[in-house]
């Protein structure tokens, strides 16, 4: 404040002069009154005048190829300014930028200063011992930006990790035998297959017939034997629980053992039309029971009687069944 009343006052004293008619006289006091507006104008504005403080630093003094180090980049200036830091776009060469961590802000308590601050995660790939980094920070203006560069700073680079050349070796004779690899016989392979399928051929044209028979009876007994590990089950609980709910489902696996067992639609035939496939005075009397039983919902105590009787007339028809496959001679 002292020293812009000081400006002032010698201002005026300029201002206020006689201005004699001599020109050189004249011209001394224009160049000292513009010189004194200068002095006005930087005290006028301290702020305008402050500098923008920029450093750049690595956080290591040595490096290696291809391993990421640090960089550190700080920016001090006024609050007002503005300011970019460089993005993955700048040329940081020698260096390639991995990635870039910036930091929020910061002002002090006295409002003067503020901090920017960002570090770089970088890598190289340069053999060289020493390497150099220069960054520039970009501070916004009215109509540009202005470029302000940090101080080079270096950085040395270790060779633990850099495979040295080696000399190629002199050539020297090799008189050792290599054993060479056998090769694959194809003529054998062929004839062994011809042989295979010969042998093969022989025992279908004599025992085919009768290993087709007896692959067709095994199946038959597996359905036969699944049947009535699904038809014993549901009787002995239609048995001791009484329960009309599992004669019923044993009626349904009836029926579709019957179906499979003479390729037939056993599943959707009435009473009369199974009776019409299956005369059985015992089988219709025991039908015509267990259909009261269902559709009328009467227990019955002679539920599992019934039952018994379509079990055993689906064993006879197994047992009809198989019989024919072994005397019927095939095709």
């Not at 270096?154 to 633990?160: G, N």
């Not at 290599?178 to 011809?194: D, H, M, Q």
């Not at 009626?251 to 959707?268: C, D, G, S």
Request: hydrophobic content about 40%.
């Amino acid at each position: 404040m002292r020293l812009k009343r000081i400006l002032i006052t010698v201002m005026d004293y300029f201002l206020s002069m006689r201005i004699e008619k001599r020109p050189y006289q004249r011209f001394l006091n224009a160049v000292s009154l513009r010189f004194v507006c200068v002095l006005f104008i930087v005290a006028a504005n301290p702020v305008s005048a402050q500098k923008v403080s920029v450093k750049g630093k690595f956080l290591t003094d040595s490096i290696e190829v291809g391993k990421p180090f640090l960089y550190t980049l700080s920016c001090r200036h006024a609050p007002a300014k503005e300011v970019f830091f460089p993005d993955s776009s700048f040329n940081y060469s020698p260096f390639e930028i991995i990635s870039r961590k910036s930091f929020p802000s910061s002002t002090d308590e006295a409002g003067k200063i503020t901090l920017d601050s960002a570090i770089y995660q970088l890598v190289t790939f340069d053999v060289s011992p020493s390497q150099v980094l220069r960054v520039p920070i970009y501070v916004y203006e009215k109509k540009d930006c202005t470029t302000v560069f940090t101080a080079r700073d270096s950085i040395f680079l270790k060779k633990s990790n850099i495979d040295p050349v080696s000399k190629p070796n002199a050539l020297r004779p090799e008189t050792a035998l290599i054993p060479l690899s056998s090769e694959f016989n194809f003529s054998i392979l062929i004839g062994s297959l011809a042989l295979i399928i010969g042998v093969t051929g022989a025992i279908y044209w004599v025992f085919g017939k009768d290993i087709y028979k007896q692959w067709r009876l095994i199946k038959l007994q597996r359905r036969h034997f699944e049947y009535l590990r699904s038809f014993n089950r549901l009787l002995r609980n239609a048995r001791e629980k009484n329960n009309i709910k599992d004669a019923e489902s044993a009626i349904i696996v009836w029926k579709n053992y019957l179906e499979r067992l003479e390729k037939k639609p056993f599943a959707t035939y009435t009473t009369r039309e199974i009776m019409d496939n299956m005369p059985d005075d015992a089988l219709a009397e025991a039908l015509k029971n267990m259909d009261g039983i269902i559709y009328g919902q009467v227990k019955s105590k002679n539920m599992d009687v019934f039952l018994e009787v379509l079990k055993s007339g689906a064993t006879r028809l197994y047992r009809s069944k198989r019989r024919q496959i072994l005397d019927n001679p095939l095709p």
